[in-house]
């Protein structure tokens, strides 16, 4: 069952934050640099008429040796219950990959200006997509009480509580 794929990065993010952090994501304003050697303006037509974008991105700072594939407590809070890595959002990765979704602000050639995205500068991207509201959830969401809890100040501005 094991196999490896090679994946090479679309773009890198520039600007932005420099370390992760568990919060404090509200505002932060990045730039998803397209590679301009393998992409010309055309790749991203169209683009600027969605609102969002889903990004898949690699944990390129994670420890290899900070990694847990058992259970444990979601930033080893006492208060919430054991969840097994595939139960978690963060950066202790097998694979070390993340998706988030943001704000397209603006595109200036291939520099898609982007808000409120929670992955830092240099961040290789492996691919970007327009976010369409029909892709979202279907049915009913369901989920414990402790993620929102533990996420209450993640899209907050920094300094805001």
Do not use: Q
């Not at 202790?92 to 500068?121: F, K, M, P, T």
């Amino acid at each position: 069952m094991a196999e490896s794929y090679e994946v090479v990065p679309v773009a890198h993010v520039v600007g932005g934050r420099a370390e992760p952090t568990d919060d404090y994501w509200g505002g932060t304003r990045s730039i998803i640099r397209v590679d301009g050697e393998r992409f010309t303006p055309d790749a991203v037509k169209g683009l600027d008429d969605f609102s969002h974008l889903e990004v898949v991105f690699r944990f390129h700072l994670t420890d290899p040796a900070d990694l847990n594939t058992g259970a444990r407590r979601p930033r080893d809070n006492p208060d919430w219950p054991e969840v097994g890595i595939f139960g978690h959002r963060n950066m202790r990765r097998l694979n070390w990959l993340g998706v988030s979704r943001c704000r397209l602000i603006y595109i200036d050639g291939l520099d898609l200006h982007v808000e409120d995205l929670d992955a830092v500068d240099g961040t290789p991207v492996l691919d970007v997509k327009p976010w369409f509201a029909v892709m979202g959830p279907r049915g009913d969401v369901r989920e414990p009480t402790w993620p929102s809890t533990m996420l209450a100040d993640y899209y907050a501005m920094p300094g805001e509580r």
